[in-house]
């Protein structure tokens, strides 16, 4: 039996958000803004990894700090509304604190961006962090205490591992089940709706 108050985190992007409907509109205004050819369908196929990364595949690398402002500017009025929960969200954060836990969630989103979307679909959390990623999510699950941390990149699984965490993978994101556990994720979920009774285990084990 694990004491509570305990901690579990969250990724936010195709974990907790279904992001693609947001992400594709400001990147069809941003190439509309700057006459730059962005393949949108192409850029949510592989959400995950910092924006940096994704806009230095359309502009040059000079570019890329000045570009990645703008689309953080154009973020709120384009992607807020369009995005919503995935499906067992609710739930995993309900069978949580009916268990006495609290939840964190660690994106490598723009910090106040990533709130907006979690007050827009009532899924505030108890501590946001922003813009870490990889193993540096790590860092934010050992400051807050987290022993478990869910999500559905490989970068996930680094942080898990970085903390030493409970690696539990949801398959709705751009990496394959298979793909999540071979890389070393301790639990697979087909998405959310499996995580309150693999938390309930969990708890009484």
Do not use: C
């Amino acid at each position: 039996m694990i004491a509570a108050p305990f901690t579990v985190g969250f990724d936010l992007d195709m974990t907790l958000i279904d992001s693609r409907p947001g992400v594709h509109a400001v990147m069809t205004e941003l190439s509309r803004e700057t006459g730059v050819h962005i393949d949108a369908d192409a850029v949510v196929s592989r959400l995950g990894p910092p924006l940096e990364e994704e806009l230095a595949n359309w502009f040059p690398a000079a570019d890329v700090p000045a570009v990645a402002d703008r689309y953080r500017a154009l973020y709120p009025d384009f992607a807020i509304t369009p995005t919503p929960a995935m499906a067992g969200a609710a739930e995993s954060y309900a069978a949580i604190r009916a268990a006495g836990g609290r939840i964190l969630v660690v994106t490598a989103k723009y910090g106040p961006n990533a709130a907006q979307h979690l007050a827009h679909l009532g899924l505030e959390p108890d501590i946001l962090v922003g813009w870490h990623w990889g193993p540096k999510k790590g860092e934010a699950l050992l400051e807050h205490g987290a022993t478990v941390y869910v999500g559905d990149h490989l970068g996930d699984i680094l942080g898990a591992r970085a903390a030493e965490a409970v690696a539990v993978a949801v398959a709705t994101g751009p990496i394959p089940a298979g793909d999540l556990a071979a890389a070393g994720a301790d639990v697979v979920l087909a998405d959310l709706h499996g995580f309150p009774a693999w938390l309930a285990g969990y708890l009484a084990a």
